[in-house]
């Protein structure tokens, strides 16, 4: 099993900045793949980042390439995700997940174990 704690939401305004921290614990999650996707009430859950752990390969969402960053630190069992230039569209809530393929994929699928997820709400 794999335990995903994520904190760091909150309420910032356009073009604004927020980090996002997941602390994960549990038992070869250094092996994995981890991602953030986001949801918007009455939508389907969808992909904005994902990492590899060992090999520290990155993929973005098309609407999130160039403004945040997903990063992992090892020594601290975390991973984030540096948003910048934050928009109301960018209002959602923020779930971190884990992958046990290690596949750095932007499919929901490939996702085995979720947080309970973060708010973040951007005002314009």
């Known amino acids: 099993q794999v335990q995903l704690v994520e904190s760091g939401g909150g309420l910032v305004e356009a073009g604004g900045s927020l980090r996002l921290s997941c602390a994960v614990s549990?038992?070869?999650?250094?092996?994995?793949?981890m991602g953030w996707f986001r949801q918007v009430p009455g939508k389907e859950r969808t992909f904005v980042a994902t990492?590899?752990?060992?090999?520290?390969?990155?993929y973005y969402a098309d609407s999130v390439k160039g403004r945040f960053t997903i990063s992992r630190d090892n020594a601290k069992n975390t991973v984030y995700l540096q948003m910048n230039s934050l928009s109301p569209e960018d209002t959602a809530v923020y779930y971190c997940?884990?992958?046990?393929?290690?596949?750095?994929?932007?499919?929901?699928?490939?996702?085995?174990?979720w947080g309970q997820g973060t708010q973040v709400t951007v005002s314009s």
């Open positions: 997940a884990a992958n046990p393929a290690n596949q750095v994929v932007p499919a929901r699928w490939a996702f085995d174990y």
């Open positions: 549990g038992r070869t999650f250094s092996s994995y793949a």
């Open positions: 990492i590899s752990w060992i090999s520290g390969d990155t």
